[in-house]
Nanobody, 124 residues
Framework: VQLQASGGGLVQAGSSLRLSCTSS????????MAWFRQPPGKERMFVAT????????YYADSVKGWFTISRDNAKNTVYLQMDSLQAEDTAVYYC??????????????????WGQGTQVTVSS
């Protein structure tokens, strides 16, 4: 399984971006997906997760209300809509696909496949 993330870039504070992540896996529609991010000089951290059907989502407290995770199983793609971006959102964003689970999970160790990362830089 390969994950291809895109949509990052350099934006001003208050702007919006939508990240996309397309999976090559044949069972994408049965797998939980997530987004993580790694700010400069910091550890990778959880951002958002979505169940296989899209019916369940969880968010990190720092992005709740500003970010929205969604998926299109017909396109094997998961999205992260990011609104009202701030400088502290600057990070490399990674998508991840569960190897076995269909549910939305926060634990990074439960994800078997990872995208290459896409850089998001927010200027203040």
């Amino acid at each position: 399984v390969q994950l291809q993330a895109s949509g990052g870039g350099l934006v001003q504070a208050g702007s919006s971006l939508r990240l996309s992540c397309t999976s090559s896996g044949r069972v994408f529609r049965y797998r939980g997906m997530a987004w993580f991010r790694q700010p400069p000089g910091k550890e990778r951290m959880f951002v958002a997760t979505i169940s296989h059907s899209g019916s369940t989502t969880y968010y990190a407290d720092s992005v709740k209300g500003w970010f929205t995770i969604s998926r299109d199983n017909a396109k094997n793609t998961v999205y992260l809509q990011m609104d009202s971006l701030q400088a502290e959102d600057t990070a490399v964003y990674y998508c991840a696909e569960s190897g076995e689970l269909s549910s939305a999970v926060i634990d990074a160790s439960l994800y078997a496949y990872w995208g290459q990362g896409t850089q998001v830089t927010v200027s203040s």
